[in-house]
C-alpha cells in the first residue's frame, strides 16, 4: 500500500516536471522534436541538396539569410532542419534513410547559416496532401548555438498556392517570420529568397525589454493589404491596395503621427520621390495619413503633391490607423509615433524605422538598406500560370 501511494506520488511528480519543463522551454511543446537528430551530418554545409533536386518535378531554391532578433544582424552557425512531401504530397521513405525519421520522409536535409547568416536549400517543390486542403508546404525546425532545444517556425508555403486562403494567411503565427514564399523563375527553376528572423513570435524566447515606442509590424512578418484614399499620385481618387498592386519589388510606407510637421514631411517626401525616380520600376513609395483629427486634408495633400511636383509618390490616406474599413489597423501603426517607415520586399517587412528626422544621415540610412536588401532576383518574373 505504501509502495503504491510512493510510486503513484513519483508519477505526478515527474508528470509536473515534464509539463512544467514544456510551459518554459523555447518554442513550447515541440511533437517529434527528436526527429532533427535522426541522420543529422557532423559536419552542416550552409547549402543542401535533396534527391528531389535530381528527379522528376519543379525544381525549387529557397536561400536567404538566418537574421538575429532585431531583424538585422547576421546569425552564423544557426542549424535549419527541413522536410517535405514528395511531388504526390506523401512523406515518402527510403530503405537507406534512418528509419526513425521514415514519417519525415526521405526529402529532408539540413543547413548550417554561415558567418553571414546565409543559407541555400535545393530540392523539389511538394505537393498538398492528396484530398485535404491543406496548402502545399515545408517544415523548418530551428536548432541555434545558444539554446538547447530546437523550435518550429512558420511552415513555409506557397503565395501562387490556390489552396492559401485570406483566411489562412491571416491565420498564421509568424514564428520566426511570415512563412509564405513568393517564387520567380530562372529558367525553370523557382526561387524564394527567404529569412528567418531568430525568436520572433517564439514563446519563452529570452530577449531584452526594451522601452523605445513600437509601431508597425515586425520585420519579418508580411504587410498586411489596406486601401487608403489616393489623394495624389498614380492611382488618384481611387483606393488601390498598394501591397496588392506594388507589392512585387520594393515599398516604402511613410505614416505620419498625430505630431508630425508639415515641413518635416515635405523634406522626406522630396527625397524619397529622387529614390523613385532612381531606381524606377523597382520601387513604390506610399505616404499615408489620417483624416480623424482634421478636416480638408485630401486637399492639402493635392496642395503638397502639386507644389513639390511629385510625379512618383503617392499621398494617401485613412479614416485612422485602428479604422477597420480600409484593413489599416492590421498593420498595427502607432499614432503616437511621429513617424514609422515600414520597407517591404515581395510585400514581407524587411527594415523598419521610427521618428527618423530628415537629416543627410538619415536620408543616406534610408537608401543604404534599400540598396542592401535589394537581393539577386529582383528583375526575375514569377510563374505564369493557367
Not at 152 to 167: E, G, Q, S
Not at 196 to 220: C, E, M, Q, V
Not at 262 to 288: C, D, G, I, N
Request: proline fraction near 5%; glycine fraction near 6%; aromatic fraction near 12%.
Amino acid at each position: 500500500m505504501v509502495k503504491s501511494v510512493i510510486l503513484s506520488f513519483l508519477v505526478f511528480f515527474s508528470t509536473l516536471s515534464c509539463m512544467a519543463f514544456q510551459s518554459s522551454q523555447v518554442g513550447g511543446p515541440f511533437e517529434n522534436a527528436e526527429f532533427m537528430y535522426f541522420g543529422m551530418p557532423e559536419n552542416i554545409a550552409s547549402s543542401d541538396t535533396t534527391l528531389g533536386w535530381f528527379g522528376e518535378g519543379q525544381k525549387l531554391v529557397i536561400t536567404g539569410k538566418i537574421l538575429k532578433a532585431d531583424g538585422r544582424t547576421p546569425a552564423p552557425n544557426v542549424i535549419v532542419y527541413y522536410y517535405h512531401t514528395d511531388t504526390e504530397g506523401y512523406y515518402s521513405s527510403r530503405t537507406d534513410m534512418d528509419q526513425r525519421a521514415a514519417r519525415h520522409g526521405h526529402l529532408r536535409g539540413w543547413v548550417k547559416s554561415d558567418a553571414d547568416g546565409n543559407y541555400s536549400i535545393y530540392t523539389v517543390r511538394p505537393a498538398a496532401y492528396p484530398k485535404r486542403s491543406d496548402p502545399a508546404h515545408i517544415h523548418p525546425t530551428i536548432l541555434e548555438p545558444q539554446i538547447n532545444t530546437p523550435y518550429y517556425t512558420d511552415a513555409l508555403v506557397f503565395d501562387d498556392d490556390i489552396l492559401l486562403t485570406t483566411a489562412k494567411r491571416k491565420a498564421m503565427d509568424n514564428r520566426a517570420g511570415s512563412g509564405i514564399l513568393r517564387v520567380l523563375m530562372k529558367g525553370n527553376i523557382q526561387i524564394a529568397e527567404h529569412n528567418f528572423i531568430l525568436g520572433l513570435n517564439i514563446p519563452n524566447y529570452p530577449t531584452t525589454k526594451s522601452d523605445s515606442i513600437k509601431s508597425g509590424r515586425a520585420i519579418g512578418e508580411d504587410v498586411f493589404s489596406f486601401t487608403p484614399y489616393h489623394a495624389w499620385g498614380p492611382d488618384q481618387g481611387t483606393t488601390t491596395c498598394p501591397i496588392c498592386k506594388y507589392g512585387r519589388y520594393q515599398g516604402v510606407l511613410y505614416f505620419a503621427g498625430d505630431n508630425t510637421d508639415s515641413a518635416e514631411v515635405k523634406a522626406w517626401l522630396q527625397f524619397l520621390e529622387r529614390e523613385s525616380f532612381k531606381r524606377e520600376q523597382y520601387l513604390k513609395v506610399f505616404f499615408t495619413c489620417t483624416t480623424e483629427r482634421q478636416e480638408g486634408v485630401n486637399a492639402k495633400l493635392v496642395q503638397i503633391g502639386r507644389s513639390l511636383g511629385l510625379r512618383k509618390v503617392s499621398l494617401t490616406t485613412v479614416a485612422s490607423y485602428s479604422d477597420r474599413a480600409s484593413e489599416i489597423y492590421l498593420n498595427e501603426i502607432n499614432p503616437s509615433a511621429r513617424n514609422t517607415f515600414i520597407i517591404y520586399k515581395h510585400s514581407n517587412v524587411v527594415a523598419k524605422f521610427i521618428e527618423l528626422s530628415p537629416t543627410e544621415n538619415n536620408f543616406k540610412l534610408i537608401s543604404e538598406t534599400l540598396d542592401n536588401i535589394k537581393g539577386d532576383y529582383m528583375h526575375l518574373a514569377p510563374p505564369k500560370h493557367k
